[in-house]
C-alpha cells in the first residue's frame, strides 16, 4: 500500500510536470486573446470613428459642391447680364452720336434766337 502510495504520488508529479506548461501555456494564449480581444475592439471603434468622419466629409463636399455649382450659375448670369449691358452702352452711344451728327445740321439755339431779332 506504500509503494501504491509513493506510485500514485510518483504519477500525480510526473501528470503535473507534464500539465504544467500546458497549462502555463494555455494561460499565455488566454491572456494573448484577451489582448487581441481588446485591440479588435479599439480597432473597430477606430474604424466606425473613420467612417463617421467620411460621411460628415462627403456631406460637406456633396454641400460645398453644390454651393459652388450654385455661384457658378449666379456668375454666368451675371456675366450674361453684363455682356448684355454693354451692347446696351454700345447701342446707346451709337444713337447719342447719331443724334449728335444730326443736330451738328441744324443751327444753334441762339443763332436762331438772334435771327428772330
Do not use: C
Not at 21 to 28: D, W
Not at 53 to 64: A, G, P, V
Amino acid at each position: 500500500s506504500r509503494g501504491k502510495k509513493t506510485q500514485a504520488v510518483n504519477e500525480l508529479r510526473e501528470a503535473q510536470a507534464v500539465i504544467q506548461p500546458l497549462a502555463e501555456k494555455h494561460n499565455m494564449l488566454k491572456e494573448k486573446l484577451e489582448l487581441s480581444r481588446t485591440r479588435y475592439k479599439s480597432m473597430e471603434a477606430t474604424v466606425e470613428r473613420a467612417k463617421k468622419e467620411l460621411d460628415k466629409q462627403f456631406r460637406k463636399h456633396n454641400k460645398f459642391e453644390e454651393e459652388i455649382d450654385n455661384e457658378t450659375g449666379n456668375l454666368t448670369a451675371i456675366e450674361s447680364m453684363q455682356r448684355n449691358a454693354q451692347r446696351r452702352i454700345e447701342s446707346d452711344r451709337e444713337r447719342v452720336e447719331e443724334l449728335e451728327a444730326a443736330m451738328a445740321r441744324f443751327p444753334e439755339i441762339s443763332d436762331v434766337e438772334k435771327r428772330k431779332r
